[in-house]
Structure formats: structure tokens, C-alpha cells
């Protein structure tokens, strides 16, 4: 943790021109200000800056706006992207006038949800691996009004361009639907694009372990490395934003968006996530899989509270398109070791410390301080409450029947269902208080403006059936 004389002592050596305080909204949105240094100071610093709280969605009301910026000095890092030089640091989001921490604000729920395993003794560490994908495009167009709706998307690396006439030639190297995992160069035509988002994302301080082309034409993932849950929520805000930033410099656009390609497979963020304490992992034992008690339980919660955790970790209404059967997404709520299908997964370790669980319906839509926490909250209950995971399917879950699929759990259809049952079930959250109801509600109020928004909107697919009826 720095100091901050330390840091104003780093802004004067290295000739910092700005400060940009980050925080997240409760969509999970990174927002910014940008103080000029000439007005940083040891109390700034310390104790933050005012800002207007009404402007963001889902927070205070006009009437109440003033909140307060304060910075978690130990996030400081250079924003490799800016003309002037600028350091970065993320914040915590506080009430002007208690100086408490703002119940809404995300970090600050990833921070009580850190604490909160500790003070219940179960562990002291939580550790939190997401793998988040993305699409790449190089043109992307959409339009909503009361008379026209529509969106096209284009990509050079679509099988929809095979017949494209191109000025310089279509050279014809590209993936085909559910084709781009893991050939090389010219199918894969994104290698140096995917090197450059590591160089930078390396830039902004994050462990980068690796990059990938994934299964759907123009689709990518760069391996980021587990941390803490605080930590890991600041690496996938500063991950989304590096990947915007250098897609942008390449003269492309980069989406977290779930399913933007019909047909083919979606984006996910699968998340690894494990409980230490006293640097021993709790997770490795001599059950299923190699599994302790303790996690299965985990798992148990994980399962039971999954249609709540949808509200959290499949935060929008395009998430749903993502959650059917056929495109490799995990829509059964039921763990195995060896089944990519299953909603939990336990990978393959060389050892103890490598036991995990990887819950796999999750997307990067979600708000990854709320999403991390939700998580982990479901599983503190399922190890409080010995909550039983059922019996392990290592059978392909994609080849049952659907008379057989009925009588599994599986997860929400959409984002109103989902909302829906946290609504019902919300009880997990709130334990040591690290979710509050007054949260919870503002939470599902600002999420369902997106479902009414969708739902009150006519679609191009109900003229294709319907026009003529």
C-alpha cells in the first residue's frame, strides 16, 4: 500500500500532469474523472474528492447527490493510453455525509464480501480466475426507433463474407461457424491484434498468462490470472477497458456483449474460484474430483441459489441468448469433473493448490464486483448450511433428452426471471451485510428499465412471423 506521500511524490519525480479517480456504476460500467495535479494533494488523497452521485444510474436521487471519490492507493498505475501523462487509481465510493461507504457502490460490496470470509472464520483468502471473452468487428451499426429497428454487424474473419468481393481480393482465410478454435495464421487473423491487447493490459499492471482465438469466428480470450476477489474485480474493469482502447487503436471495436452473433457460439466468462486460509488451500480433499467437503458444499450453494446469481452474473437481457442448449453453454445447474457442459466445473491440478471450482454460466455483462461477491456469498451458504450438490453428471448433458432435462435444474431463460428470483431469494446476499436489500432493490428497479425496454420494443422476427397473420 502506498502512501500518499508516496504517490505525490511519484506524480512530481515522473512529471504527472493528471489523476484519473475510476469508479464502477452498478451496471458494471467504468466512469472517470480526471483532477489536474496541480490540485492533488495529501488530503485528496487521504480523503477524496466530492462528485455528483445523481448523474449516475441507479444511485443517489437529485435531492441527495453528493457522494465522495476516495482512491485505493494501492491501485495506482499509468494509463498507457492517454496524450498527457495520467496516472490512475481506482476508488471507493462514500456517503458525503457519514463518510461511510456507499451501499450501492460495487467495490465496495467486493470489499465487504473479502472481509466477510474472514470475520466467519471459514477462510482468509479468496481467490477469483475469470475468463472472459470478447468479439471483435470492424463495423458495427445499430438503430432503434419507433419506426426502424436494426443492426448489422461485419467482421473480415465472418464465414458470412466468403462470397464478399473485397478491392484487394477475398483471400478466403477465415473460420467457419463454430470454427476458430485453435487454428494458426491466416485463419486466425487476429494474432498480433491479441499480442497487443496482452502488451497493454501487461501496460495496466494485470498478470497476463496467454491469448487465444475462441470458437466463433472474430471471437478471443486473453488468459488473465487469478487474484484476490477485490483485485480481480479492478483486472477485469481495467481487462474491458485495454481491449476497447486497442481494438479502437487498430480501427476496430471490441464487445462484451454475450450473443452477438446468431448461430453461433456466445461470449462467456467462466470463474475460477477457491477459499484459502493460512496459505493452505480448502478446496483439495479426498472426494469427488479430489474436492474437500467444504467445497462441494460450495458447489451445493453455487447450484442451489443459481437462478438468484443469474440476476448478478448474466446481468443483461442478451445474456439469455447465450443460455441455450447447443452452443456449448452451460445451462443445467449440476457439477462435474470431466463435463464442459455442466454450470460447475472442477478442472483438472497438479496438486492441492490448484483445486478450484469453475462456475461456467456467467458472462462478462455482469458487473464483476457484484457478480465475484454473489458467488461467493452463494457458496459461504452452501458450506454454512452443508448444502448437498446432488450426485456429479459426467455424462454429455448436451445429448439428453429433453424429457431428461426437465427434471434438472437449470438456469434462468431471461434477465426478468432472473431478477425475479433474487428478488425471492436474496437472504445469502444479505448475511454480514455485504448486499443490502436497499441495494438489491435499486439493483433489480435499474435492471428492469432493460427488460421493459426490450420487451416493449417490437422485433424484426415477429414481422418475419407475424406480419401476415
Not at 212 to 223: I, K, N, T, W
Amino acid at each position: 500500500m502506498l502512501t500518499a506521500n508516496e504517490v505525490l511524490k511519484s506524480i512530481k519525480d515522473t512529471n504527472i500532469k493528471y489523476l484519473d479517480l475510476r469508479f464502477t456504476d452498478p451496471r458494471g460500467k467504468l466512469q472517470h474523472l480526471t483532477m489536474d495535479c496541480s490540485v492533488v494533494d495529501e488530503n485528496l488523497l487521504n480523503n477524496g474528492v466530492f462528485f455528483d452521485g445523481s448523474s449516475i444510474a441507479g444511485w443517489k436521487a437529485i435531492n441527495e447527490s453528493d457522494m465522495v471519490l476516495r482512491p485505493d492507493l494501492s491501485t495506482t498505475v499509468m494509463d498507457p493510453f492517454t496524450a498527457q501523462p495520467t496516472m490512475m487509481v481506482f476508488c471507493d465510493v462514500l456517503d458525503a455525509v457519514t463518510k461511510e461507504s456507499y451501499e450501492r457502490d460495487p467495490r465496495s460490496t467486493a470489499r465487504k464480501a473479502e472481509e466477510f470470509v474472514k470475520s466467519s472464520g471459514i477462510g482468509d483468502t479468496v481467490y477469483i480466475g475469470p475468463e472472459a471473452e470478447f468479439f471483435v468487428f470492424d463495423d458495427v451499426k445499430f438503430q432503434v426507433d419507433m419506426n426502424k429497428s436494426m443492426f448489422e454487424i461485419d467482421s473480415s474473419e465472418g464465414p458470412y463474407n466468403s462470397g464478399k468481393n473485397y478491392e484487394s481480393g477475398n483471400l478466403a482465410h477465415r473460420p467457419g461457424i463454430k470454427g476458430g478454435y485453435f487454428p494458426v495464421p491466416p485463419v486466425d487473423s487476429a494474432q498480433d491484434l491479441r499480442t497487443e491487447f496482452l502488451e497493454e493490459l501487461k501496460n495496466l499492471g494485470l498478470k497476463m498468462e496467454k491469448h487465444h482465438h475462441e470458437v466463433a469466428p472474430s471471437q478471443h480470450e486473453l488468459g488473465l490470472l487469478f487474484d484476490t476477489l477485490l483485485k480481480q474485480g479492478d483486472a477485469m474493469q481495467l481487462y474491458k477497458y485495454g481491449v476497447h482502447m486497442v481494438a479502437n487503436a487498430f480501427g476496430k471495436t471490441a464487445t462484451f456483449m454475450p450473443k452477438p452473433v446468431k448461430g453461433d457460439n456466445g461470449t462467456g466468462m467462466h470463474t475460477h474460484q477457491s477459499i484459502w486460509k493460512n496459505g493452505e488451500p480448502l478446496f483439495a480433499g479426498d472426494k469427488y474430483a479430489g474436492l474437500s467437503d467444504m467445497a462441494l458444499n460450495y458447489i451445493g450453494g453455487i447450484i442451489k441459489h443459481g437462478k438468484a446469481l443469474n440476476a448478478f452474473t448474466n446481468a443483461s437481457t442478451n445474456s439469455y441468448k447465450r443460455l441455450i442448449p447447443g452452443f456449448e453453454a452451460p445451462v443445467i445447474l449440476v457439477y462435474s469433473a470431466r463435463n464442459r457442459s455442466a454450470s460447475c466445473r472442477i478442472p483438472v491440478s497438479d496438486g492441492p493448490k490448484g483445486k478450484r471450482v469453475e462456475v461456467r454460466f456467467p458472462d462478462p455483462s455482469a458487473n464483476p464486483y457484484l457478480a465475484f461477491s454473489a458467488m461467493l456469498m452463494a457458496g459461504l451458504d452452501g458450506i454454512k448450511n452443508k448444502i448437498d450438490p446432488g450426485k456429479a453428471a459426467d455424462e454429455d448433458l448436451y445429448e439428453l433428452s429433453n424429457a431428461e432435462v426437465k427434471k434438472l435444474p437449470t438456469v434462468c431463460g431471461s434477465l426478468r426471471e432472473a431478477l425475479d428470483s433474487v428478488n425471492r431469494d436474496r437472504d445469502f446476499l444479505t448475511e454480514g451485510g455485504v448486499f443490502t436489500d436497499d441495494q438489491i432493490d435499486g439493483y433489480i428497479e435499474l435492471k428492469m428499465e432493460e427488460v421493459h425496454d426490450l420487451e416493449h420494443s417490437p422485433h424484426p422476427i415477429e414481422f418475419k412471423n407475424y406480419f401476415s397473420v
